[in-house]
T-cell receptor, first 115, second 113 residues
C-alpha cells in the first residue's frame, strides 16, 4: 500500500461546486503539504501543516482551505471551484525529526478539472 | 516565487548517452534536492546535497553544487528508456519559512531506445 494516499485520483466538477481532496499517510510524519502543479509552472505550495494545531498559508492559498483532522490526515477544500483551479494536486509529507533535510514524500496526485 | 530554475526545459537523448540538467537558485540554502516525476505521477526524491558538499553520487546519478554560483547539476550516466521523466530541483527556504521547499519548473527528459 502507498505511504501517502490521495483520494480521489481524478475528479471533474462544475464551477461553483465545493470540492474536497483528501490525503492520508502511514509514514508517521508530522509535516504535511498541499501543492498544485500546472504545465510549465512546476509545483506551487498551497498550504502546509507542521502538526495538527499548526496550519500555514503557502504561496497560492487564495480560494483554498485545509483541515488537519489528525496527524495522518490533511484535506484540501475548494469552497467554490473555478476553472483556473483545474490542475494536478499533490499531497506530501516530511519527517520533523529530519527537519534540516526536509525530504518530502508525495502521493500519486489528484487530477481536478473544473468546467 | 520560483527559487530553482532548471535548464534545459526539455532534453532528448539516445539510450546509453549521459544526460545533464542544471538548476540555478537565488538565495542561500541549507541543501538542494533533486526529484523525479514520471508522467502524471507523484514526485520521488532522488538525492540531496548539503550546502557544504560539492559533489555527491548515488548509483548512476551524480550531483554537483556550486554555492558561489548558486547552481547545481544532475548527471545521469548511461541513460535508459526508463529514465524518461521530468526532473526537478528543490531548495529549502533558508532564513525564510522553515520546512518549505521551493521547486523549479523542471527538465523533461526523453530517452529514446
Amino acid at each position: 500500500d502507498a505511504d501517502v494516499t490521495q483520494t480521489p485520483r481524478n475528479r471533474i466538477t462544475k464551477t461553483g461546486k465545493r470540492i474536497m481532496l483528501e490525503c492520508s499517510q502511514t509514514k508517521g510524519h508530522d509535516r504535511m503539504y498541499w501543492y498544485r502543479q500546472d504545465p510549465g509552472l512546476g509545483l506551487r505550495l498551497i498550504y502546509y501543516s507542521f502538526d495538527v494545531k499548526d496550519i500555514n498559508k503557502g504561496e497560492i492559498s487564495d480560494g483554498y482551505s485545509v483541515s488537519r483532522q489528525a496527524q495522518a490526515k490533511f484535506s484540501l477544500s475548494l469552497e467554490s471551484a473555478i476553472p483556473n483551479q483545474t490542475a494536478l494536486y499533490f499531497c506530501a509529507t516530511s519527517d520533523l525529526g529530519r527537519e534540516i533535510e526536509n525530504i518530502q514524500y508525495f502521493g500519486a496526485g489528484t487530477r481536478l478539472s473544473v468546467l | 516565487s520560483q527559487q530553482g530554475e532548471e535548464d534545459p526545459q526539455a532534453l532528448s537523448i539516445q539510450e546509453g548517452e549521459n544526460a545533464t540538467m542544471n538548476c540555478s537558485y537565488k538565495t542561500s540554502i541549507n541543501n538542494l534536492q533533486w526529484y523525479r516525476q514520471n508522467s502524471g505521477r507523484g514526485l520521488v526524491h532522488l538525492i540531496l546535497i548539503r550546502s557544504n558538499e560539492r559533489e555527491k553520487h548515488s548509483g548512476r546519478l551524480r550531483v554537483t553544487l556550486d554555492t558561489s554560483k548558486k547552481s547545481s547539476s544532475l548527471l545521469i550516466t548511461a541513460s535508459r528508456a526508463a529514465d524518461t521523466a521530468s526532473y526537478f530541483c528543490a531548495t529549502d527556504n533558508y532564513g525564510g519559512s522553515q520546512g518549505n521547499l521551493i521547486f523549479g519548473k523542471g527538465t523533461k527528459l526523453s530517452v529514446k531506445p
